[in-house]
């Protein structure tokens, strides 16, 4: 009887070493794809999003600024709110507030004014536009008459575009504006007479935060405001 033949041992290393280099591979393309994936996404969102809001804002800017110097060259009074597009459309067209804010906009995109003879406001989606509305109060109002203009909203947002949209402003709800990232809704559009653009709105329509400057009492535009000055700080001391 032969003796067995001896058979050398199999060598396995070779194999965990493809194993293990077919996983990294693996995860190297899964890692690319995802990063690639990212990067379209976000380059949607700046487009579809974050460049819409940013036009949007920046046109309530333009609008405001446009009816002011309407307002200089026409002894400090704002249009009448059944024309105040036509009207205002010549100071719109002269109007660069966005130079700035497009400088910090990413390669490739640009903040554009709304067309002067199209529908203005704001893209929500490629299907979707809001308006803008002339708060109908101020129609033919001289500013200086404008008894708070820092809480006095003379532009605000609406569902559908129109021209020479105007209306008696009133605060709109949330539950009802443009959604913007995952569902989320921003809150609708408005800008006062006078101070910075303020997203934030308490329930009566009236900027939470309001910038310095005249305080007293007024009613334009669903605003109201007690008229009573603000104490600061260690103003009230005990009696000696």
């Not at 690319?32 to 487009?47: D, E, H, P």
């Not at 719109?92 to 709304?114: M, N």
């Not at 006095?152 to 504006?177: D, G, W």
Request: glycine content about 10%; some cysteine; charged content about 25%.
């Amino acid at each position: 009887m032969s003796a067995p033949g001896y058979a050398p041992p199999r060598n396995s290393g070779n194999k965990v070493l493809i194993v293990i280099l077919v996983i990294i591979a693996v995860m190297c393309i899964g890692l690319i794809a995802a990063g690639v994936g990212m990067y379209f996404w976000s380059m949607n969102l700046v487009k579809n999003t974050f460049i819409p809001t940013a036009q949007c804002a920046v046109g309530f800017e333009e609008l405001r600024a446009a009816l002011l110097d309407y307002a200089k060259d026409h002894d400090g009074k704002l249009p009448k709110a059944e024309t105040w597009q036509d009207d205002v459309k010549p100071y719109y067209a002269k109007v660069k507030l966005g130079t700035e804010q497009s400088q910090d906009v990413p390669k490739g995109f640009e903040i554009k004014k709304f067309p002067l003879d199209g529908d203005w406001g704001c893209k929500v989606s490629d299907k979707e536009m809001t308006g803008i509305a002339f708060n109908q109060e101020l129609s033919e109002k001289k500013l200086s008459d404008i008894k708070d203009p820092y809480s006095t909203v003379i532009l605000f947002e609406i569902e559908e575009p129109s021209k020479n949209a105007h209306e008696v402003y009133v605060p709109r709800s949330r539950t009802n504006a443009p959604r913007i990232i995952m569902g989320e809704r921003r809150d609708w559009f408005r800008i006062t007479v006078e101070g910075r653009m303020d997203w934030s709105f308490d329930s009566k329509g009236r900027p939470s935060s309001l910038p310095s400057g005249p305080t007293t009492g007024g009613s334009e535009g669903g605003m109201e405001t007690s008229g009573e000055p603000e104490k600061s700080p260690g103003s009230e001391t005990s009696g000696q």
